[in-house]
């Protein structure tokens, strides 16, 4: 219990620091846009090898994925009915909506809260590989389809040459083959990836400054039914799924029920501004859902730890 609150107190001094910056304009849009490119092509890639390399295979390939995929697609699912059939929404609005409810920070949250609550960064890596493979070229190519253009393979080409993927990919490699780095090669490249966690979390402490949430009335709907979806269904789905039908012992119950409780993905909003769709369903989600996840991973570790 000590370790959980050690671990909130770490992650959320971090972002409190950046919320700080952003507020005193020390640190900036633009700053934060850099930082956000540095950690994107460097400082993920690293960690996530670093982290994969030294992982055992049977904790990246256990049923700790189809867990959590399966109470992300239920929880995707029951938004795009809602959205599309009741409410009649466009298709690319629903999507959006759908993936704020499902998909997870997994990486600028989901690794840091995993390391200090969870004691392992690994656990978001099935999980990131899952939502960057699976979800996102599905996502791109609905996306651009709905915006009048073709389907187009380069959707998938792209998820492929993402560098968090080559990363992660090489890190399984790695693993999978037993081969141990001789410390000139590794520890280069796990001094890069010591700096991701707190680059991150101070960059996203520097995100929340000035946010306005819930300002257009039009949309609070969707909002609150996604933030709903995401903190509190997905979370309890992954807990019935892994007690009652895969059977997982109580520390792997706890491990996926805290990244179903992740926030919704930043990386949801980039689509939304990207195609210009669902945008202030998509922000208002992001925010809600990642100020409202902290008394759910606290309940989480508490019942469950």
């Known amino acids: 219990m000590l370790d959980a609150l050690t671990g909130f107190v770490v992650v959320g001094f971090a972002i409190f620091i950046g919320w700080i910056l952003g507020r005193t304009g020390a640190l900036d849009a633009h700053a934060r846009g850099v930082l956000s490119t540095l950690v ?18 049977s904790v990246l390939f256990s049923s700790l994925l189809p867990v959590s995929a399966s109470a992300a697609l239920a929880v995707i699912g029951v938004y795009a009915a809602v959205a599309r059939f009741i409410w009649r929404r466009p298709a690319g609005e629903a999507l959006i909506g759908a993936l704020a409810a499902g998909q997870v920070n997994a990486n600028n949250i989901g690794i840091p809260l995993s390391l200090y609550i969870l004691g392992s960064a690994a656990y978001p890596a099935p999980v990131v590989l899952f939502q960057l493979l699976v ?39 790695v693993s999978a083959s037993g081969i141990t780095l001789p410390t000139m090669v590794f520890a280069p490249i796990e ?6 966690v707190p680059v991150l979390l101070i960059s996203f402490g520097v995100s929340l400054h000035g946010q306005r949430v819930l300002s257009e009335a039009g949309s609070r709907a969707e909002v609150f039914l996604a933030s709903g979806l995401k903190l509190l269904v997905m979370p309890a789905l992954a807990w019935l799924a ?3 039908v895969f059977g997982l012992d109580s ?16 990386n949801v909003f980039n689509y939304a501004q990207h195609f210009g769709v669902g945008e202030v369903v998509a922000r208002d989600t992001v925010f809600i859902t990642t100020v409202g996840c902290i008394p759910i991973l606290f309940l989480a570790t508490v019942l469950l730890g």
Not at 40 to 57: C, D, G, H, K, R
Not at 191 to 196: E, Q, S
């Open 40 to 57: 994107f092509w460097v400082l993920s890639p690293a960690l996530l090898f670093t982290v994969l390399a030294q992982a055992e295979v």
């Open 191 to 196: 001094l890069i990836a010591n700096a991701c």
């Open 242 to 244: 892994a007690t009652y």
């Open 135 to 173: 979800l996102t070229p599905v996502t791109l190519s609905i996306l651009e389809v709905t915006a009048g253009g073709p389907f187009r393979l380069s959707s998938i080409g792209r998820a492929l040459t993402n560098p968090i993927i080559i990363g992660s990919a090489l890190g399984v490699a």
């Open 251 to 266: 520390a792997e119950v706890l491990i996926v029920v805290v990244l179903a409780a992740l926030p919704s993905a930043q």
